[in-house]
């Protein structure tokens, strides 16, 4: 069993920055990619940024310049630095991990989500 838990979330006017972080745990053989995804009311759920093990990143163009992914690869962790913020980044900001686990005694890759934090921009 994987769990991810993301914190950092909150009130921020624009302009601001916020930094959001997420932990994954568990009996994880290996993890592959991490990634911040967003969903704000009344639209779908969204990539903001995702970084591979090797360290490839990849973001949405919404975000490029003002949000910045890293990795701590020991740790399973992965942070979110948003910098610059707008109102149009106001949304519950999830954490994805995919991760190689044994299952039934076969290794498979799957994807653990998040409860997700709330992101607030507003003056």
């Known amino acids: 069993q994987v769990q991810v838990v993301e914190s950092g979330g909150g009130l921020v006017q624009p302009g601001g920055s916020l930094r959001l972080s997420c932990a994954a745990s568990?009996?994880?053989?290996?993890?592959?990619?991490m990634g911040w995804y967003r969903q704000a009311p009344g639209k779908q759920r969204e990539l903001v940024a995702r970084?591979?093990?090797?360290?490839?990143?990849n973001y949405a163009d919404s975000v490029t310049g003002r949000l910045t992914i890293s990795r701590d690869n020991a740790k399973n962790t992965v942070y979110l630095q948003m910098n610059s913020l707008k109102p149009e980044d106001t949304a519950v900001y999830y954490c994805?991990?995919?991760?190689?686990?044994?299952?039934?005694?076969?290794?498979?890759?799957?994807?653990?989500w998040g409860q997700g934090t709330q992101v607030t921009v507003s003056s």
């Open positions: 970084e591979t093990s090797g360290g490839s990143t």
């Open positions: 568990g009996t994880i053989f290996r993890m592959d990619a």
């Open positions: 994805k991990a995919e991760a190689l686990v044994l299952s039934s005694g076969l290794y498979v890759t799957s994807a653990y």
